[in-house]
Each structure stands twice: as C-alpha cells, then as structure tokens.
C-alpha cells in the first residue's frame, strides 16, 4: 500500500539524517559492544548522463543501523558520489522508483525523480542536484510516480505512469498515465486528463507511440500521441501476460514490442496487432518476475533482469542477455549471477538496467553479490558480464559511507 511521506523542509530533512547518523556513531562508540556499523543499498532508478560525463545518477534507499534514507545520487564515472539529495528517511521500502533524464527542451540534462513521496514527482538541476522550482507540480501526484519517460519531441515533455486506481494531479482526477508540461503543467492534449488506464507500472515509447504496461487489465496498452488507445490496427495483447512491469520497443524492429512481468514464462515479444511473434521461442521461460527489459545496445538483443533463478531451465540469476530469438547470448557469462546472502529464499532482486553510454550494463537492486563478489546494491558490467573493475559505489548516505565493504549481514 501507498504510504504518503509528509511533506518537509529539504534543508530540515538534510539536517535530521545528519543528526541521526553523528548519534549513531556515538551510540555505537559508547556502547563497547563493537557493533559492525552497516549500510546496504536498494537501488530501484538508474540513469546514465547524457552530457558526456559518463557518470551515472541512482535513486537508491539505504538500509542502515541508523535508520534508513532514500537518495538520489550523481556518481561519477568509477562509483564515487559526486553529489546527493535525500529524498526521504525512514522508509522499509524504495521511496525513489523511477528516474530519467531530460533529453531536450530548456531542461535537458535535468533529472525527473518519481515515487512514493510527497509530491510524488519532482526535478534536479543535472549540475548541482538542487530541486528546480520552475517545475511546479505543487501538490503533486497522490499515489506513487513509477515511470517517467521524456517525450523526446523537442517539447521537454515527459510522460508519467502512476501506480494507482484513482489518481489526482494538482487536486484534478487524472488517469494513470498522463503527459506533463516542462514547467509542471498537465498537458490536456494528451488525453484530456490523460489516457484511460489505471496501475501503471511501466511506459515506454517507439517514436510516435505509448506503451503502458502494469498491474489491471488491460495490462499492456498502445496510445496515440492524442491519448487515444492504438486502434489502428487494433493492438490487442493476450489478456494472460498480466501483470507487466516492463516495456521496451523491440530493437531494430520498430512495429513489435517486449512486455515483462509476473506472468507466465515471464517475457513475450509481440507483433504490430499484438500477436506473440511465433520466432522468439522461451519455453518454459523464466521461472520468477522480470522486473526490467533494455537494449544490450547491439545486434537486435536485450537484456533482461528481475527476481528469477532460471531460464529455460538454465541458470540465470537475476540477469541474462538473448538475442532476437529467445536464445541466451552465450558470450554474456554471467556463471552464479546476482544473489542476496541476507535472502535464505536464493531470491536475486535485480530491479532496474540501464545501458551506459559505452554499452556496459548498470544493474541495480537489493542483491549483496556477483559472481560471488560483494557488491552493494549496484554493479556496472562489460559486454561479457564480467565486473567492471574500475567501478565501486559509494554513496554518503546520512553521513554514512555506503560501498561494498559495508554491507551488513
């Protein structure tokens, strides 16, 4: 369920997890019992820069002895925070879900941060990380923002996807995937209130369209640039993959698309009128969620990450790379994978990819390990899945150092 996080001064907000993380220290150097101060991290958005910096910012959630924080943060290229914002404190669960940069307008290079806080959606200046007023969304989006996706028109608009039934905007009923102006403003060219459709938990676009993938039937849609549903031809999915939590326009091939979920096998490649594409063969696909779909940046290929251990009966944890044809790439060698030692159930958590800018792969999520190494929540991969070496997070969060030597056990 949507827990709402009281609105709070930054400035204030800042302040507090800074006092919480020097009482946290005092605590644990007075107490003698030499308790192992821990910080492991969530990472639930991902977003390479597009400035030619090939830094990287992450909204993560920091799990501590001191209490939680959820942060966004701008890495730079090996790892190290750049700058951050805290975003929330005290969270079980990821207060940040989804992020993306601007890509054109007066903005661009800008940061949009969506989620289950306050105003629900908001954006960073790309240089410092400051919150931009000019974005005015004043009170915002009432359920969880789960997907943020620019319009790339020339316009600065983004595209939202909200995790909810009924969803009010500014205090208006909106729909569940709505279009926003660049300076907050709701685009009533898309839709009106937006498109009709409710529990958004992915949007995506293939140039000219919108998919909305999620969590009530239909559970995978097209949309017009007018809001309108994708009639012509009729896009009409099978009602059994629901429920979707990631689309992507399929790679060199313009009139299909990927859907991934919880459904079964876990991830269908379909045509123009919404039909199963007969050549993309998965079998007995995989055996738990897909939580994310990406171009592998190459060759009509994808990579696909989420909580399964299997695919095909294959090993496969928490990622791996097929080509066009449901095949696994072979060249990708990811051997045990992502796990989770703190998870006695096996579960791999990977949740969201991002291909950077020179085809490497971000993977981030609730995962300890790779390979059998540590590594805390975010991990940068080469083409053929091995660590990238010159890569380690480490992020200050609540004047805690989080990186790979402090995960907790």
């Known amino acids: 369920m949507y827990r709402r996080i009281e609105r709070i001064s930054r400035h204030a907000l800042l302040a507090l ?3 919480l993380g020097i009482a946290g220290i005092i605590a644990s150097s007075s107490s003698g019992t030499g308790r192992f101060a821990f910080c492991d991290l969530v990472v639930r958005g991902i977003a390479p820069t597009t400035d030619g910096t090939n830094e990287v910012w992450v909204g993560v959630l920091a799990l501590t002895d001191d209490g939680n924080v959820d942060r966004i943060s701008r890495l ?16 079980d669960d990821n207060a940040v879900l989804a992020i993306a940069i601007a890509v054109d307008g007066a903005h661009r290079n800008d940061l949009y941060v969506g989620g289950a806080f306050s105003e629900g959606i908001l954006r960073l200046n790309g240089t410092d990380g400051s919150i931009d007023n000019g974005f005015n969304v004043f009170t915002g989006f009432d359920a969880p923002v789960t997907s943020i996706v620019p319009a790339g028109d020339g316009t600065g608009d983004i595209y ?4 909810g039934n009924i969803v009010t905007y500014q205090g208006i009923t909106v729909s ?9 403003s709701l685009d009533t060219g898309f839709g009106g209130s937006g498109a009709i459709v409710s529990n958004v938990e992915s949007v995506a676009m293939d140039g000219v369209n919108v998919y909305s993938g999620g969590r009530t039937l239909p559970s995978l849609e097209r ?9 012509s031809p009729n896009f009409a999915p099978p009602i059994s993959i629901n429920p979707v ?24 490649r379909l045509s123009n009128a919404g039909n199963p594409v007969g050549t993309f063969i998965v079998g007995t696909g995989f055996d738990d969620d897909v939580a994310s779909i990406v171009s592998a940046g190459a060759a009509n290929e994808i990579y696909v990450g989420g909580t399964f251990t299997t695919y095909k009966g294959s090993s496969a944890n928490g990622i791996i790379r097929l080509n066009n044809l449901g095949a696994i790439v072979g060249s990708f060698v990811v051997g045990t994978g992502f796990d989770d030692l703190r998870d006695t159930s096996g579960g791999s958590q990977v949740t969201s990819l991002a291909l950077a800018n020179d085809n490497d792969l971000f993977v981030g999520g609730g995962f300890t390990r790779y390979k059998g190494r540590d590594v805390n929540g975010l991990a940068r991969l080469n083409p053929n899945g091995t660590p990238d070496a010159g890569f380690e997070v480490e992020i200050d969060a609540g004047n805690r150092i989080c990186d790979n030597n402090s995960i907790g056990d």
């Open 17 to 19: 997890v800074y006092a």
């Open 76 to 91: 730079a290229a090996n790892g190290t925070e750049r700058f951050g914002v805290d975003i929330a404190i005290g969270n």
């Open 160 to 163: 939202v996807g909200v995790a």
């Open 176 to 184: 569940g995937l709505v279009r926003l102006n660049e300076n907050g």
């Open 223 to 231: 949309w017009t640039p007018t809001g309108a549903a994708d009639m």
């Open 245 to 268: 939590f990631s689309v992507l326009p399929a790679p060199g091939v313009s009139t299909d698309v990927y859907a991934g979920g919880g459904f079964a096998n876990g991830i269908i």
